[in-house]
């Protein structure tokens, strides 16, 4: 069958179409509100079994695989547009919850190509390149699941799309369970600072429908629908900073055949070159961030959904033994981080901050956002703050860490094993530095806190 343009209409239809029946099931069923489980996520599930892989009802096109790979660029071309420049008083305090936040995205990286590389390809037969699921899917989500796995297109290991995409769906459905245990061990103890039962938690977070009462608008119109409706405005600007990135990814292979940049990156330079430009132009003031951020969402959900039905369940059955050592090694990992570095970490709320990092260690900062919600209901304690603040600041090497791994471990197995070397030597310089400002404190609760 051809693609065209209502195989595109009713693709999206169905990806819609799941993502409804995802929220109708969220606002109905009782398990999924208890595990606050993403609609898109759910509607993913329905997918798989629906689509392609499974009972092949639903009329995909042969391109739903396609899908992730443009819709991460947009995400990440919506990155830097209309976001305001960090101020200096802004980075004040947050030494700490930088070390939290980067210190496990770093350790999830080493850590997983260290088991990889010395004792999973001792058993199985592995790409070199496996490794990199454990951070790309629980650290980085989705969205970095299918960035990493473009780029491995390139570089003849395209199981890794659907290795990355199963590792965020464990990642994601783990952090929210196991964070709700976690939640539930922090509140009888004593930890939390302002709940005292999980129960607390509002009817609009468990059902993802909130009352009128409680609706809020979801961006300012700063361009006249008399002349342009502000929604096309926001979206063209995102449309051609992704399209500028494609562009240039086929210009350059063009002229080096060899360099294969993936459109992601080149999305997110030019999501940068947009933002300058419109600063000099003094047009920034007409960008509502917002209605960016809801465009991101927008195609985040998308990828979500599509990504979860066009998983090749083959794939997934050949690497099932090493995947579930990597996810149990992930899970571990997380919940050893928050209980050892989280708690002696953070001068004030230690539980509410940590929980909100252990969310976001585990797929998406969305995670993170309802689980620092049951145990911070008022956002008290700075947790999403200081996540946006940190996630700003360590946004170089978290991309670093996407786009350098897959091209150094195309060279060989030595490079390989340099990579994962390189990996560990960061982790500890930044842990060594970490120790030395006091911003971790093995041991030692900080501001008075007590065990």
Request: net charge positive; charged share 15%; aromatic share 12%.
């Amino acid at each position: 069958m051809n693609f065209n343009l209502w195989s595109l209409l009713t693709d999206c239809a169905l990806l819609g179409g799941l993502m409804l029946l995802g929220q109708l099931l969220r606002a109905k069923i009782k398990l999924f509100q208890k595990l606050l489980m993403p609609a898109s996520l759910i509607g993913g599930f329905i997918g798989l079994a629906l689509g392609p892989s499974g009972f092949n009802i639903l009329p995909f096109s042969s391109q739903l695989g396609s899908y992730a790979g443009v819709l991460i660029a947009i995400v990440f071309a919506c990155t830097p547009i209309g976001d305001s420049p960090m101020k200096k008083e802004d980075i004040k305090g947050v030494g700490g919850f930088f070390y939290q936040n980067t210190g496990i995205l770093i350790l999830q990286y080493a850590l997983g190509m260290a088991l990889a590389l010395g004792v999973l390809n001792k058993i199985w037969d592995l790409h070199d390149g496996f490794g990199l699921a454990l951070a790309t899917g629980f650290y980085g989500g989705h969205g970095t699941a299918v960035a990493v796995g473009e780029m491995f297109m390139d570089y003849g290991y395209p199981e890794f799309l659907d290795i990355g995409n199963v590792s965020a769906t464990v990642g994601l459905v783990g952090g929210i369970v196991f964070g709700m245990i976690l939640i539930n061990w922090g509140t009888r103890k004593g930890y939390t600072n302002y709940v005292s039962t999980p129960d607390e938690l509002p009817d609009e977070i468990k059902t993802g429908l909130i009352p009128p009462e409680k609706q809020k608008s979801g961006g300012k119109i700063t361009i006249s629908n008399m002349s342009l409706d502000p929604l096309v405005f926001h979206l063209s600007i995102v449309l051609l900073a992704a399209y500028l990135g494609r562009w240039a990814s086929v210009f350059i292979q063009g002229y080096i055949s060899w360099l294969s940049i993936p459109v992601f990156v080149l999305a997110l330079a030019f999501g940068f070159v947009v933002q300058f430009v419109l600063r000099k132009t003094n047009s920034a003031q007409y960008v509502d961030r917002h209605t960016i951020q809801r465009i991101s969402g927008s195609a985040t959900d998308l990828l979500t959904v599509s990504a979860i039905s066009a998983l090749k369940l083959d794939v997934v059955a050949a690497n099932m033994g090493p995947l579930l050592i990597t996810f149990v090694v992930g899970i571990i990992l997380n919940i050893l981080w928050f209980v050892w570095v989280s708690k002696y970490s953070s001068s004030k709320d230690w539980f509410e901050r940590g929980i909100m990092n252990y969310g976001r260690s585990n797929g998406v900062i969305a995670t993170g956002v309802l689980l620092n919600r049951v145990v911070d209901p008022d956002q008290k304690s700075r947790g999403l703050e200081d996540t946006g603040i940190t996630d700003l600041l360590n946004r170089p090497v978290a991309i670093a860490l996407q786009v350098l791994p897959p091209l150094l471990i195309s060279f060989g197995r030595n490079w390989a094993w340099y990579t994962t070397g390189m990996m560990w030597a960061s982790f500890i310089i930044l842990t060594a530095i970490a120790l030395a400002k006091k911003w971790w404190t093995p041991g030692k609760m900080q501001g008075g806190q007590k065990h």
